[in-house]
Nanobody
Framework: QVQLVESGGGLVQAGGSLRLSCAASGRAFSRYAMAWFRQAPGKEREFVAAISWSGGNTYYADSVKGRFTISRDKAKNTVYLQMNNLKPEDTAVYYC?????????????WGQGTQVTVSS
């Protein structure tokens, strides 16, 4: 069993910044990738960013490139999403996800989500 707990969401004005955190606990995997997804009201869940086990490979959705940065602290089993220059269209529930195989393609475990609201 794996637990993912997100934190750091909130209300921010356009142009502001937030940093999301996701702490993983429970079953240990030798190498796992992690990612952030988001879901806005009335829309499907979409990919935001992913990071490999080593942290050496990162991927971003085009909509957040240059504004968001994903990072991880393996010692703390925590992944972060630094979000800068936020826009109203970034408003969504943000979920972290874990891929136990490290492929960065199949995420079996999900957090409960944290709300991010960007006001114009």
């Amino acid at each position: 069993q794996v637990q993912l707990v997100e934190s750091g969401g909130g209300l921010v004005q356009a142009g502001g910044s937030l940093r999301l955190s996701c702490a993983a606990s429970g079953r240990a995997f030798s190498r796992y990738a992690m990612a952030w997804f988001r879901q806005a009201p009335g829309k499907e869940r979409e990919f935001v960013a992913a990071i490999s086990w080593s942290g050496g490979n990162t991927y971003y959705a085009d909509s957040v490139k240059g504004r968001f940065t994903i990072s991880r602290d393996k010692a703390k089993n925590t992944v972060y999403l630094q979000m800068n220059n936020l826009k109203p269209e970034d408003t969504a529930v943000y979920y972290c996800a874990l891929d136990p195989r490290g492929t960065m393609g199949y995420y079996d475990y999900w957090g409960q989500g944290t709300q991010v609201t960007v006001s114009s």
